[in-house]
Structure formats: structure tokens, C-alpha cells
């Protein structure tokens, strides 16, 4: 099965910029998308297509996606931007959907 | 507003069966592709099942596969979820997602179901 590895926690202070990883076997030919969970709220898509926002996402967050390595920004960290974020994939072989273990995004 | 409203979550015997049922408002609901997401508690989001727009193509994680069955019903705009033989490991809150060329653009709020003697 295709494996997606994030790191389980990412720290940076207001105004800063958070870079989150995700890790899988030639990611880079496939299309990623990033998810945002906030504490007892459901998901949220912020990126979906390696590096597109859905309407009403900030131009602060973006995604690229290349070799094994697809990365979420989010640029001028703001205290609101706390959560966990998970990546997600589908794996067309097995025509499995695959998320990635969650990243926690924490606001110094 | 776009909606999606999960209902039939409960507690469960191991062993036992429940069904889940996924209310959708405001869209063309025989256009989207329908998946079951689950989140068992403190853990990440898992993928649980899809089903294409007219049934055609249905799809299972392999944790499920020959236990769930998914189903839905165009004119009542419903997704349901039929879960039998539950486990303990089953325990998680259970989303309704629409999907948008395999990205989930909608989630409910989520149902939760809990295996437990």
C-alpha cells in the first residue's frame, strides 16, 4: 500500500512562514491536496491539485509538489492557523485514497 | 449553503451492525462522487469508501472491505453506510464527503460510531 509520511509537528512564531512535508514514493506524479482541522471541527480543503485554493482560502497558504516531496505553506503565520493538517493522495493503482498521519501546526 | 448531515451514529456491541445515513442539501447530488471518511478518537483522518455518482464504481479500504457496504439513493439525495460485524477499532467519528476529482470539497460534521461491551 502507498504510504504518506508527515512530520507530526511543525512550530513557528507569528508572522513567520510554516513549510509542511509530505513524503511519498513519487509523489511528484501525482496530484495532493492539504487539509485543515481545526480542535472538534471537521476538515477543511485549503489546497487541492498540488498548489490550487478553493475560494475563500488565503493567498498565504500555497502547495507545490515534486520528486517524493509535496510541501504546504502558509506564509504570515497567524495565530487562527493553528490545527493539524493532513495531505492526501490517490493512489490509482489500487484506487485507494490515501491521507497522510497529520501534521500539528503550533503558534508559538 | 452546500450541506451534508450525518445521522445513525450510536453505541455498538462487537459484533453488532449499524447503518449510517448521509442527508445532502443545495447540490446536484447524482453528480458527485460520495465517500465515508472516519477518525477514530485522537487519531488521523481514514479513508473508509467511495461511491461513484450512479453506483457504477464503489470502492473500500481494505480495513472494511466484506463488512461495510455503501449505498445511495439520487432522489432522496442520501448516502448511506451499512457496517456490520463492528470492532472495536471501528470506534470513530464517521464523515459524509462529497469529492471533486478525488479532492473532498464538503464534509459533514461527522457521526460518531462506538464499538464497546
Known amino acids: 500500500s502507498y504510504v504518506l509520511t508527515q512530520p507530526p509537528s511543525v512550530s513557528v512564531a507569528p508572522g513567520q512562514t510554516a513549510r509542511i512535508t509530505c513524503v511519498g514514493d513519487?509523489?511528484?506524479?501525482?496530484?495532493v491536496h492539504w487539509y485543515q482541522q481545526k480542535p472538534g471541527q471537521s476538515p477543511v480543503l485549503v489546497i487541492y491539485d498540488n498548489s490550487d485554493r478553493p475560494s475563500g482560502i488565503p493567498e498565504r497558504f500555497s502547495g507545490s509538489n515534486s520528486g517524493d516531496t509535496a510541501t504546504l505553506t502558509v506564509s504570515r503565520v497567524e495565530a487562527g492557523d493553528e490545527a493539524d493538517y493532513y495531505c492526501?493522495?490517490?493512489?490509482?493503482?489500487?484506487?485507494?485514497?490515501?491521507f497522510g498521519g497529520g501534521t500539528k501546526l503550533t503558534v508559538l | 449553503e452546500v450541506q451534508l448531515v450525518e445521522s445513525g451514529g450510536g453505541l455498538v456491541k462487537p459484533g453488532g451492525s449499524l447503518t449510517l445515513s448521509c442527508a445532502a442539501s443545495k447540490f446536484r447530488f447524482s453528480a458527485y462522487n460520495m465517500n465515508w471518511v472516519r477518525q477514530a478518537p485522537g487519531s488521523g483522518l481514514e479513508w473508509v469508501s467511495s461511491i461513484s455518482g450512479i453506483s457504477n464504481y464503489i470502492y473500500y479500504a481494505d480495513s472494511v472491505k466484506g463488512r461495510f457496504t455503501v449505498s445511495r439513493d439520487n432522489a432522496r439525495n442520501s448516502l448511506l453506510l451499512q457496517m456490520n460485524t463492528l470492532r472495536a477499532d471501528d470506534t470513530a467519528v464517521y464523515y459524509c464527503?462529497?469529492?471533486?476529482?478525488?479532492?473532498?470539497?464538503?464534509w459533514g460534521r461527522g457521526t460518531l460510531v462506538s464499538v464497546s461491551s
Open positions: 492526501q493522495v490517490l493512489h490509482s493503482r489500487s484506487d485507494d485514497v490515501v
Open positions: 464527503v462529497r469529492s471533486n476529482n478525488w479532492y473532498f470539497d464538503v
Open positions: 513519487d509523489i511528484g506524479y501525482k496530484r
